[in-house]
Structure formats: structure tokens, C-alpha cells
């Protein structure tokens, strides 16, 4: 649905260049919640201005719905039009909410409409249904200032959908709301995403954003991608910073002699109580030293750290059963405390 090839951006200003993209292949599915995270300055805002060619890229291309927007932007007047019309149909949600402070909720939502030439009665019936939608019917005439930070970004999105856009972009949305209306914002994405199909690329930088959400994502840093796929995916993925840095599992060695394993769950697995199952089986005694589980996407994923008595070697047998339960097993080597953390984890992913 979105896809982008070797983007590059490099601004250029009083004689400073700074690259902000560097050759960014981005593919965005259609119908998924896929989420781009990284540290300020990674070029995450930098992806998504370009990605609705809001900023022009340096090279690369950037094809949403099918349609070449690089292709349009910026030669002659036909190219023009087609540009701004293929840009109504990607809805942008901004961090601070960007609303016309001395219009209504309403009038603030047909705002684009009226930018698209719709009649005042098109306008007004739009307006009023996606304010139903985002449930904010009684706030019509409303004025921004008398709404809360919640409701002023369920207006920033029912205005993002008046083009009936097949696409929503958003660019921390929930950065400037409390924990309880994030968590509100984000199940109305997801909401959103399911009964119209709309695919949604989202820039954060908090993993919990993309734990909820999420159905694929990507870790920025530098200008580039150097993570990306399904939440599973990522789980799969021996070494994922992604991955650990959204199940982090912590937890050393109670001694000498005792093997130590990162067990994943995902799919089928989470469900299995192959834990209590090993235990019986080998007759061992198994402790917990770490569990970050949760769900996504519906299914239970997640990751533990167990330790079993004696050496590796010794248990061979016991992992194998893991193994072919379809779990993911990685042995925790020496002495866990001494494990680097994830960069996301060590310095915090802060804006
Ligand atoms: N308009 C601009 N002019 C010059 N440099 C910019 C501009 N916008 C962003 N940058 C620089 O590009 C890099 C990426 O910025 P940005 O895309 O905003 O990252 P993020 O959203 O991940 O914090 C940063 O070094 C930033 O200073
Ligand atoms: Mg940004």
C-alpha cells in the first residue's frame, strides 16, 4: 500500500547539509498498523513528510495506493492537480493537532472539503458522520479551546478521514496526551483500521504504542531502517533489538551450573502450556527468572527467561522439546547481567 525505494533527503540550509533519509525501503502493507519508532532526530518525521511529498525528497520514490507521488510532484499544472488529489486521500494526524482555533469542530473538519470544492450540504453531512464516527456528535459547534487534549486529536483524525482516505498517517499523535487518553487515541486507530479498512503508518517514540497496536514495525536510526517486519517477525528474529525492546526479559543466574534460556512465544506456542508440560515430561525443576508477555494483534506473544538445573549440555533433550513445541529457544550465555542492553533499552527511547 505504501511502499518507498531508496528514499533520500538531505536538507540543505546556510550552507549545512544534514541527511535525514538515507535510502529508506519502507513497504507498508495494505490494511496494517505499521509503526516506525526511533530516537528524535532518527528522520522519522522526515519519512512521513515525505511519504505525502508534504517535503520533497532528494531521490527515491514513493508509491501509495499503486500511484507514483514522486512522479507527480512538482511538474506542470496537470502533474499538480493529480498530486493534490492523490494527497486527499492520505490522511495526516499531526502531534499537536494543528486545528483552526477561531472555527468549530465542524467547520475545522470541513475544512478540507471546502479546499476539494464540496457543496456546503456534502460538507456538513460528512462532517457531522465522521463526528459520530470519532464520538464527538455533541461537540459540533464546539470551539477547540473548550475540548479537552483527547477530544482536539478525535477531531485532528475525523478531519484526516473527511477525503475518504485509504491511507492515515500520523506523526506522534499521542505524544501530547496523558497515558489513559493514549491508550483511548490508539483503540480508535485501531478501530478505525478495522471497520475501514484503512491502513496506518504511525511514527513513535514509545513502544508501548507499537505493542498496542502494531501490527508490523520498523526501528529507525541515522536516516535508515535497520529493523523491520511483523511483531512476530521481529520475535523470530535472534538478536531483534525491536524485540527485546519490546519483551524485555531480564533476570541472572541463581548459580553455578544452571543453564539459562530466552524462550519466544508466538503463533500456536503461547497457547501450549509447554512449560508445566517440560517440567513433567524430564521431571525438572524449572524457575522463571523474566516474562514480558502480552497480546498482540490478538495473539499471545511474548518472551521468557527460564533456568534449568545443570550445565547446557546436560540439557539438550529438554530444549529440543521447547523446540519442537515451535517455540523459539536462546541460550542466555555467562553471565546475563554482563548482556548488553538493547541501545532502545539502555538510553530510553525519548524524544
Ligand atoms: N526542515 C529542516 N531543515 C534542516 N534540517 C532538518 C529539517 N527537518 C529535519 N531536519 C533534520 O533532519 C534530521 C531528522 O529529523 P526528523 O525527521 O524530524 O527526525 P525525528 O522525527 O525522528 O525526530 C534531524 O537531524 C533534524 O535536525
Ligand atoms: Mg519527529
Keep these: 500500500m505504501i511502499t518507498t525505494q531508496g528514499l533520500t533527503k538531505v536538507y540543505r540550509s546556510s550552507g549545512r547539509e544534514v541527511t535525514a533519509l538515507d535510502g529508506v525501503d519502507l513497504h507498508v502493507r495494505e490494511g496494517e498498523v505499521y509503526g516506525v519508532i526511533g530516537q528524535s532526530g532518527a528522520g522519522k518525521s522526515s519519512l512521513i513528510r515525505c511519504v505525502n511529498l508534504l517535503e520533497r525528497p532528494t531521490s527515491g520514490t514513493v508509491t501509495v495506493a499503486g500511484q507514483d507521488l514522486t512522479a507527480l510532484a512538482g511538474r506542470g499544472t496537470r502533474a499538480g492537480k493529480q498530486l493534490r488529489e492523490a494527497r486527499s486521500r492520505i490522511g ?121 497496536v502494531c501490527d508490523s514495525a520498523a526501528l529507525m536510526e541515522r536516516g535508515q531502517i535497520v529493523e523491520s517486519g511483523t511483531v512476530s517477525e521481529l520475535l523470530a528474529t535472534p538478536g531483534s533489538e525491536l524485540a527485546a525492546a519490546l519483551f524485555p526479559v531480564g533476570g541472572d543466574a541463581s548459580g553455578a551450573d544452571r543453564t539459562v534460556i530466552d524462550v519466544t512465544f508466538h503463533g500456536e506456542s503461547a497457547t501450549q502450556p509447554v512449560i508445566s508440560q517440560l517440567s513433567r515430561t524430564y521431571n525438572v525443576d524449572i524457575s522463571i527468572l523474566g516474562a514480558a508477555m502480552d497480546t498482540v494483534a490478538g495473539k499471545q506473544v511474548g518472551r521468557m527467561r527460564i533456568e534449568l538445573p545443570g550445565r547446557y549440555e546436560d540439557n539438550v533433550v529438554p530444549i529440543g522439546f521447547l523446540r519442537e513445541q515451535g517455540l523459539q529457544v536462546e541460550r542466555v550465555q555467562g553471565d546475563p547481567r554482563h548482556d548488553e542492553p538493547s541501545v532502545l533499552l539502555k538510553e530510553g527511547v525519548t524524544k
Design 92 to 212: 495526516m494526524v499531526f502531534q499537536h493537532f494543528n486545528l483552526l482555533s477561531s472555527r468549530t469542530v465542524q467547520d475545522n473538519i470541513e475544512l478540507p472539503l471546502e479546499i476539494l470544492g464540496k457543496s456546503g450540504k456534502e460538507r456538513s453531512a460528512k462532517a457531522l458522520e465522521l463526528l459520530d464516527l470519532v464520538g464527538l456528535a455533541d461537540k459540533a459547534k464546539a470551539y477547540p479551546a473548550q475540548l479537552s487534549g483527547g477530544q482536539k486529536q478525535r477531531v485532528g483524525i475525523a478531519r484526516a478521514l473527511a477525503g475518504d482516505p485509504k491511507v492515515l498517517l500520523s506523526d506522534e499523535a499521542t505524544s501530547a496526551l496523558d497515558p489513559e487518553t493514549t491508550r483511548s487515541i490508539l483503540q480508535l486507530l485501531r478501530d478505525l483500521n478495522r471497520q475501514l479498512g484503512l491502513t496506518v503508518l504511525l511514527i513513535t517514540h514509545e513502544m508501548d504504542v507499537v505493542k498496542t
